[in-house]
């Protein structure tokens, strides 16, 4: 199993890129799909999250109306189209993968944006915003 993600680089703030994050190694019927981000000196955030399965979709506050997440599976592939950049969006994104739920107790609940949800994650593509 491997996700190799692409799409990133150096942009201006108010900027746009587009993330891409290909699968091999297994068929993209993935129980969740999520983005994540770390800057330096800061702990790994979850930026979006997809569960179709749970019917459940997560966007962080900082990105809400800016980020949109697009999971293509015909490609085994995953998108994540960033509009309006800021310098704060500056960091590491990973793409990560969860084959199966783990749910916060014996009766739930599912947290789509835990990091603790997935198995596989890329290597990660450095985003840089300048201002």
């Known amino acids: 199993v491997q996700l190799v993600e692409s799409g990133g680089g150096l942009v201006q703030a108010g900027g746009s890129l587009r993330l891409c994050c290909a699968a091999s190694g297994f068929t993209f019927d993935a129980y969740a799909i999520g983005w994540f981000r770390q800057a330096p000196g800061k702990a790994r955030e979850a930026i979006s999250c997809i569960s179709t399965r749970e019917q459940t979709t997560y966007y962080a506050d900082s990105v809400k109306g800016r980020f949109t997440l697009s999971p293509d599976s015909a490609k085994n592939t995953v998108y994540l189209q960033m509009n309006s950049l800021k310098p704060a969006d500056t960091a590491v994104y990973y793409c990560?993968?969860?084959?199966?739920?783990?749910?916060?107790?014996?009766?739930?609940?599912?947290?789509?944006?835990?990091?603790?949800?997935?198995?596989?994650w890329g290597q990660g593509t450095q985003v840089t915003v300048s201002s």
């Open positions: 990560a993968v969860s084959l199966a739920p783990r749910y916060a107790s014996a009766y739930g609940p599912y947290y789509v944006s835990a990091s603790y949800q997935y198995d596989y």
